[in-house]
């Protein structure tokens, strides 16, 4: 059984440039994953962490108590740690600049989106956290500018998240291959549990809101009738799977194929998920596994970043179940 700790050691030799700082920033994860995991599972036996915290964020959407702890928990871990020369979160208006000695000269920033899914919390559905890191642009020594933040996908030097669901685990890729790791609270420890994860070329599974169908563009209308339709050789009708977590959705399509797809809408014609805290990470750990990530028309991992809370519509899993979506939205729009 290997753990976290001796897979991240093995692996330090394929990024001699990184000097043990990569390593450390993701030790500093593992140990946000181990107290939001803790205070998840007590949830139901506290008003602390329940509920709606009363304030908003800033896309205008309130915040659940549990974001704001998971943002203040991901934050200082990496204070205390100093690997990291910035940190951006889908729960706060601008990045933090981690002005000391150490922070000044730091290579990585992180950007986060703490909970996903955090709505779900207070009737004990499945949530996550997703984390993004780049080796920052601007030069060593000087504070992090915006520009060290609002950089494509393609490049992220790692990127993962952590599913809290029937287990607890810990999903990573630093751009050779993907990994997971399920934690046994017995021992205090993430153990590999799923090794070089492939999501599979084709699946049964499309994820999507269907509650919102008529406010959808006719490419992703069309795309659904497709996936309802009954057709032997290739499998469908479909299943219709959607848990409203993004980690959640993701997490089961990669390990049993399928396509998950947040397209824009009347409501949110730019798309509703973040480019920089859910789209890149989430498409990095597509390609990684064989899969695709797409706005529709357009691998998500080449879009430049105009801003941090920048939206964009998701079509993301099963390589030819992408491949067809795309077909419908250049057909249909």
């Given at each position: ?308 809370h920048q939206r964009i519509p998701l079509f ?18």
């Amino acid at each position: 059984m290997k753990t976290l700790g001796q897979f991240i050691i093995e692996k330090q030799a394929e990024y001699p440039n990184a000097k043990g700082e990569l390593s450390g920033i993701l030790s500093s994860i593992r140990l946000v994953a181990k107290v939001i995991h803790r205070d998840i599972n007590k949830a139901g036996l506290t008003n602390n962490i329940i509920g709606n915290s009363g304030v908003e964020n800033v896309q205008g959407e309130a915040q659940m108590k549990l974001d704001l702890f998971a943002h203040n928990t991901m934050k200082q871990a990496l204070i205390a740690r100093e690997e990291v020369a910035g940190f951006a979160s889908e729960e706060e208006e601008n990045f933090v600049a981690f002005d000391t000695e150490r922070g000044r000269n730091a290579k990585y920033v992180i950007l986060t989106d703490p909970l996903d899914g955090s709505s779900n919390i207070d009737v004990n559905v499945a949530v996550g956290t997703i984390f993004s890191i780049y080796r920052r642009i601007s030069p060593i020594g000087t504070p992090v500018t915006l520009e060290d933040f609002l950089q494509p996908g393609n490049r992220q030097v790692a990127a993962g998240y952590i599913v809290y669901g029937s287990s607890t685990m810990l999903v990573y890729t630093t751009g050779n291959g993907v990994n997971g790791f399920t934690y046994d609270p017995s021992l205090g420890v993430f153990c590999l549990s799923h090794e070089n994860i492939q999501i599979p070329h084709s699946g049964k599974i499309y994820s999507i809101n269907e509650g919102q169908y008529l406010k959808f563009p006719l490419g992703v209308k069309k795309y659904i009738k497709y996936c309802q339709e009954e057709d032997k050789t290739t499998g469908r009708p479909y299943t219709s799977r959607y848990i409203g977590s993004l980690v959640s959705d993701f997490h089961r399509n990669m390990l049993k194929g399928g396509i998950y797809i947040y397209p824009s809408a009347t409501t949110y014609p730019k798309g509703k998920l973040r480019l920089l805290y859910e789209g890149n990470p989430m498409a990095f750990l597509a390609e990684q596994a064989g899969g695709i990530a797409s706005d529709g028309y357009h691998r998500i991992l080449d879009i430049q970043p105009a801003e941090l809370h920048q939206r964009i519509p998701l079509f993301i899993g099963s390589k030819d179940m992408v491949e067809k979506a795309q077909d419908f939205m250049r057909e249909f729009g």
